[in-house]
């Protein structure tokens, strides 16, 4: 007989121990449900010897973290944001004492809803303003958040001389510069839609380009 592909199913596994119990031979069996001799005798075997007819499940691999040492770790970023995962695997090594990989640091994270979002550290701003050079905001000071919409290729040049990859970029700007930014038509610049909601004491706008 061919050799079969692919598992035996859990009810033809039950057939064969039915048939099995009604005190028919493995050969019979083994012509009644059209697989091999060796197939069905170790069916019989593995049912007679550990009363298994299913898969055995495999067994689940060890955690690195612990429920308290992912708890440590969302504390870590909460406190710190701009923590990666690479510098996040270096203070589990020398604080918890457990090596991992980076990877495995960002999937303890992803699963407490926790995801790193890297913004552009580029102030949009057009060329006759001035070429204003904004160092990346720390993690305790003012912080504002701005998306960017493009309208065409052509806008795409306007941002401090940069060319913009993105039409939905994330980017820093300061509040000040968000409060001061006015609108002019004339020369297409963008028109700053400041939001109303105020989050510890940071403001989301959006620079929509004419």
Known sequence: MSRQKGQT????RKLIIK???????????????????ST????IKRYKTKNQVENKPKKAHNKIFTEADERYLVIKVKVNPFLSAPKLAIIAENE?????NPLTIRNVLHKKNLTGRKARQKPFIRVRQGHQVIPPPDTHEVISLAHVGT???????????HSIQNKNQLTWIPLEMIRNLASNHR??????????EVEHKSMVGRVVEN
């Open 9 to 12: 199913s859990i009810e033809l």
């Open 19 to 37: 048939h099995t119990e009604d005190g028919k031979s493995v050969r019979e069996i083994s012509e009644i449900v059209k697989r091999s001799h």
């Open 40 to 43: 069905v005798h170790d069916i």
């Open 96 to 100: 918890l004492g457990k090596k991992a």
């Open 151 to 161: 309208g065409s290729n052509r806008s795409q040049k306007r941002a401090s001389g």
């Open 187 to 196: 020369g297409g610049s963008g028109v700053v839609h400041a939001c109303a």
